[in-house]
């Protein structure tokens, strides 16, 4: 064991386990009969039983109230701890004070909520007049939860504000974040320590990560793929259910699974959705056999142990473009997804394989710590001047109304009374996170970084993908827009990349023409105004055509495709000298219109009158058709300025003549 100062101010001891060692054993052996008080614990390694060593009270024969970030994590400990009280919101109070009153249980064991502990809990010991900060131990598992959930959950760190009130009190997980200035004081003001258990082995896990820009195709994929090679259970961990019913449908679609070859795993209102949504498969509760593909939304991310027969294959997404908050947390969220396996297999496993598919967002913005320490400063003196303001005023409604409106109630706590550290803490820790997902390379340094994972680093190389698309077409006009262009901008040079983009923009074919035409920064003088920039882009296209139209190519190939007709007494009919014409422009790649078709935005008019551009004709209605017959081809529009000027090579060719051309077919 060693001791040394900590990371900012926070003493840090330094405590090691073996190979095939449980924790109680580890500490035991250093001088520790039960888990510390006043202890951040870093356990490190996922199932080593802290918390089965607080609740068994051979090993810990005290008191305990242990804080369980999930409901179903509560539920998976009472199956194990016959002798402990779940709480939560099924739970009565009444049961729970028969629970305290009995005389047959030595050591109270309760297992609750935070939700449970605030409501029930405090209640019943008030009720009963129980000190419970003197005669229980009280451990919050699981505690980078109080951070990473504070945000959509502000009840989740409610009991924090008792917690600190107990004598003998911990916080412990596998993945504890490090306090920031905000949550540090709290700590450090109650003299807590930063506890690390370090495995004396190499404990890590080899991890294929694929960084993708077509995430459900390369999901699907690689789903396929395990199944195909015999996996007896694939596990999803995804933090959507909106998500995991888009991979469902689509695995059900393309017979990749049967109806009964999935199961969703998820809270009860996220389950009775999927239900209406005809996905029958899917519980809020653990129920084995698993199936061959089984998908776990984050309530089961830290909550449950999977114990199974055979190995399993694991993946892990994260798909910021269609849900920012899928991001998975390379230093927490991951290593507990995979740590919810907890049979070790003859060959030294606990699953198969390991995979993280992860979507890399496009300009993805990151503030800087400073940025929100300042943006949290702003808030409060804001908040501090209307409150002022309300106390003074002989009416305060108005002012309590504008308070209610302000941004600084994303980290007031639930009374309303002061500010949740852990909230502002969750601010820091969205942009720490977001700034793994810059760049492919930045989320693998992040993966290795863990010190958890053996990464093979798998990138996919494509320039646009279907993440790309989805995100354009999820996007208003204008962003829609600017999304197109940005995409054009990083692709331009990659010709399979901009068919790919024309394939699936269709409606947007104009403003993809624009960029390549009068290019982005006259796009961005017009504001991406869709009118302003179609007149600009016909204006261009109209002049480009009349370039092409009386090139030296393009004339030559007008001499060739009537040489035999001009001259002679031979009368064409109008409709096949237009069609012969049409055939050229096209060939140039020159839009038209002709008369009754409806076409708009043609960069010329394919009428009689452009015949007379290039000859001098004579017209005639013989036999009720009309029929044009050439004097002579308009030699003088070889000395025009244009012709001279503005050399167009045809797209196809100049020898052999599109007349030729079509007559060698």
């Given at each position: 064991?060693?001791?040394?100062?900590?990371?900012?101010?926070?003493?840090v001891?330094?405590?090691n386990?073996?190979?095939?060692?449980?924790l109680?054993?580890?500490?035991?052996?250093?001088?520790y009969?039960?888990?510390?008080s006043?202890?951040i614990?870093?356990?490190?390694m996922?199932?080593?039983g802290?918390?089965?060593?607080?609740l068994?009270?051979?090993?810990?024969?005290?008191?305990?109230i242990?804080?369980?970030?999930f409901?179903?994590?509560?539920?998976?400990?009472?199956l194990?701890?016959?002798?402990?009280?779940?709480v939560?919101?099924?739970?009565?109070?009444?049961?729970?004070?028969?629970?305290?009153k009995?005389?047959?249980i030595k050591?109270?064991?309760?297992?609750?909520?935070?939700?449970?502990?605030?409501?029930?809990?405090?209640k019943?010991?008030?009720?009963?007049?129980?000190?419970i900060?003197?005669?229980?131990?009280?451990?919050?598992?699981?505690?980078?939860?109080?951070?990473?959930?504070?945000?959509?959950?502000?009840?989740?760190s409610?009991?924090m504000?008792?917690?600190?009130?107990?004598?003998?009190?911990?916080?412990?997980?596998?993945?504890?974040l490090?306090?920031?200035?905000?949550?540090?004081?709290?700590?450090?003001?109650?003299?807590?320590?930063?506890?690390?258990?370090?495995?004396?082995?190499?404990?890590?896990e080899?991890?294929?990560?694929?960084t993708?820009?077509?995430?459900?195709?390369?999901?699907?994929q690689?789903?396929?793929?395990?199944?195909?090679?015999?996996?007896?259970?694939?596990?999803?961990?995804?933090k959507?259910?909106?998500?995991?019913?888009?991979?469902?449908?689509?695995?059900?679609?393309?017979?990749?699974i049967?109806e009964?070859d999935?199961?969703?795993?998820?809270?009860?209102?996220?389950?009775?959705?999927?239900?209406?949504?005809?996905?029958?498969?899917s519980?809020?509760?653990?129920?084995?056999?698993?199936?061959?593909?089984?998908?776990?939304?984050?309530?089961?991310?830290?909550?449950i142990?999977?114990?199974l027969?055979?190995?399993?294959d694991?993946?892990i997404?994260?798909?910021?473009?269609?849900?920012?908050h899928?991001?998975?947390?390379?230093?927490?969220?991951?290593i507990?997804?995979?740590?919810r396996f907890?049979h070790v297999?003859?060959?030294?496993?606990?699953?198969?394989?390991?995979t993280?598919?992860a979507?890399?967002?496009?300009?993805l913005e990151?503030?800087?710590e400073?940025?929100?320490?300042?943006?949290?400063?702003?808030?409060i003196k804001?908040y501090?001047?209307?409150?002022?303001?309300?106390?003074?005023?002989?009416d305060?409604?108005?002012?309590?109304?504008?308070?209610?409106?302000?941004?600084?109630?994303?980290?007031l706590?639930s009374?309303?009374n002061g500010?949740?550290r852990?909230?502002?803490?969750?601010?820091?820790?969205?942009?720490?996170?977001k700034?793994?997902?810059?760049?492919?390379?930045?989320?693998?340094?992040?993966?290795?970084?863990?010190?958890?994972?053996?990464?093979d680093f798998?990138?996919?190389?494509?320039a646009?993908?279907?993440?790309?698309?989805?995100?354009?077409?999820?996007?208003?006009?204008?962003?829609?827009?600017?999304?197109i262009?940005?995409?054009?901008?990083?692709?331009?040079?990659?010709?399979?990349?901009?068919?790919?983009?024309?394939?699936?923009?269709?409606?947007e074919?104009?403003?993809?023409?624009a960029?390549?035409?009068?290019g982005?920064?006259?796009?961005?003088?017009?504001?991406?105004?869709?009118t302003?920039?179609?007149?600009?882009l016909?204006?261009?296209?109209?002049?480009?055509?009349l370039?092409?139209?009386?090139?030296?190519?393009?004339?030559?190939?007008?001499?060739?495709?009537?040489?035999?007709?001009?001259?002679?007494?031979?009368?064409?009919?109008?409709?096949?000298?237009?069609?012969r014409i049409g055939?050229?422009?096209?060939?140039?790649g020159?839009?038209?219109?002709?008369?009754?078709?409806?076409?708009?935005?043609?960069?010329?008019?394919?009428s009689?009158?452009l015949?007379k551009?290039?000859?001098?004709?004579?017209r005639?209605?013989?036999?009720?058709e009309?029929?044009?017959?050439?004097v002579?081809f308009?030699?003088?529009?070889?000395?025009?300025?244009?012709?001279?000027?503005?050399?167009?090579?045809?797209?196809?060719?100049?020898?052999?003549s599109?007349?030729?051309m079509?007559?060698?077919?």
């Amino acid at each position: 064991m060693s001791e040394q100062n900590g990371f900012k101010g926070l003493e840090v001891v330094e405590l090691n386990i073996s190979k095939g060692e449980y924790l109680s054993e580890a500490l035991k052996r250093q001088g520790y009969p039960m888990l510390p008080s006043n202890a951040i614990i870093n356990k490190v390694m996922t199932g080593t039983g802290a918390t089965y060593m607080e609740l068994n009270a051979k090993l810990s024969p005290r008191n305990s109230i242990v804080i369980e970030p999930f409901k179903s994590s509560v539920e998976n400990k009472v199956l194990t701890f016959n002798e402990a009280q779940g709480v939560f919101k099924e739970v009565t109070v009444k049961k729970l004070i028969a629970y305290l009153k009995n005389p047959n249980i030595k050591y109270k064991k309760i297992i609750t909520t935070p939700e449970g502990f605030q409501s029930k809990v405090l209640k019943v010991a008030k009720d009963l007049g129980l000190n419970i900060y003197k005669e229980f131990f009280c451990l919050f598992d699981e505690s980078e939860h109080l951070t990473e959930d504070t945000g959509y959950r502000r009840s989740i760190s409610a009991p924090m504000k008792e917690f600190f009130k107990f004598e003998g009190k911990a916080v412990v997980s596998a993945t504890p974040l490090k306090p920031s200035k905000y949550t540090l004081t709290l700590f450090l003001r109650h003299q807590f320590k930063w506890v690390e258990i370090k495995p004396d082995y190499d404990y890590r896990e080899d991890m294929t990560l694929i960084t993708t820009r077509s995430f459900y195709s390369r999901v699907k994929q690689e789903v396929k793929r395990l199944l195909d090679n015999g996996s007896p259970h694939v596990c999803i961990f995804y933090k959507t259910t909106e998500g995991i019913c888009s991979i469902v449908e689509s695995l059900l679609h393309d017979g990749i699974i049967k109806e009964d070859d999935y199961k969703v795993f998820c809270s009860k209102d996220s389950a009775d959705k999927l239900k209406s949504r005809f996905l029958e498969h899917s519980t809020d509760k653990l129920e084995l056999p698993l199936r061959r593909v089984n998908l776990f939304t984050s309530r089961f991310f830290p909550s449950i142990d999977i114990n199974l027969k055979e190995l399993c294959d694991v993946l892990i997404l994260s798909n910021y473009d269609h849900v920012k908050h899928t991001l998975i947390n390379p230093f927490t969220e991951a290593i507990q997804c995979q740590g919810r396996f907890r049979h070790v297999f003859p060959n030294g496993k606990r699953y198969n394989s390991l995979t993280v598919i992860a979507s890399i967002p496009n300009e993805l913005e990151v503030k800087p710590e400073e940025e929100i320490y300042k943006d949290i400063e702003a808030r409060i003196k804001c908040y501090r001047a209307i409150q002022q303001e309300g106390i003074k005023a002989d009416d305060p409604t108005y002012y309590d109304k504008e308070l209610k409106r302000l941004r600084l109630n994303e980290v007031l706590n639930s009374e309303r009374n002061g500010f949740d550290r852990f909230s502002i803490e969750q601010l820091l820790l969205d942009e720490q996170v977001k700034g793994y997902y810059l760049s492919p390379n930045a989320l693998r340094q992040a993966y290795e970084d863990t010190g958890y994972f053996n990464v093979d680093f798998q990138p996919e190389d494509e320039a646009v993908g279907e993440d790309d698309i989805y995100r354009i077409k999820a996007a208003k006009a204008k962003d829609k827009y600017q999304l197109i262009v940005s995409t054009l901008e990083a692709t331009k040079d990659n010709a399979e990349a901009i068919r790919f983009v024309r394939a699936q923009c269709v409606e947007e074919e104009w403003l993809i023409n624009a960029f390549f035409k009068l290019g982005k920064e006259v796009i961005e003088q017009q504001q991406y105004g869709k009118t302003a920039i179609k007149k600009l882009l016909k204006q261009t296209e109209e002049e480009e055509a009349l370039q092409r139209r009386f090139s030296p190519e393009f004339l030559h190939d007008m001499i060739r495709e009537f040489e035999s007709e001009t001259g002679n007494d031979l009368y064409i009919p109008v409709k096949n000298v237009l069609d012969r014409i049409g055939y050229l422009l096209d060939c140039y790649g020159i839009t038209y219109s002709r008369y009754g078709d409806g076409k708009k935005d043609a960069m010329c008019k394919l009428s009689e009158a452009l015949i007379k551009e290039y000859f001098d004709p004579r017209r005639s209605n013989r036999e009720g058709e009309a029929k044009v017959k050439f004097v002579r081809f308009k030699e003088e529009l070889f000395k025009r300025k244009d012709c001279e000027e503005h050399i167009i090579p045809c797209l196809l060719y100049t020898s052999p003549s599109p007349r030729d051309m079509r007559r060698s077919r």
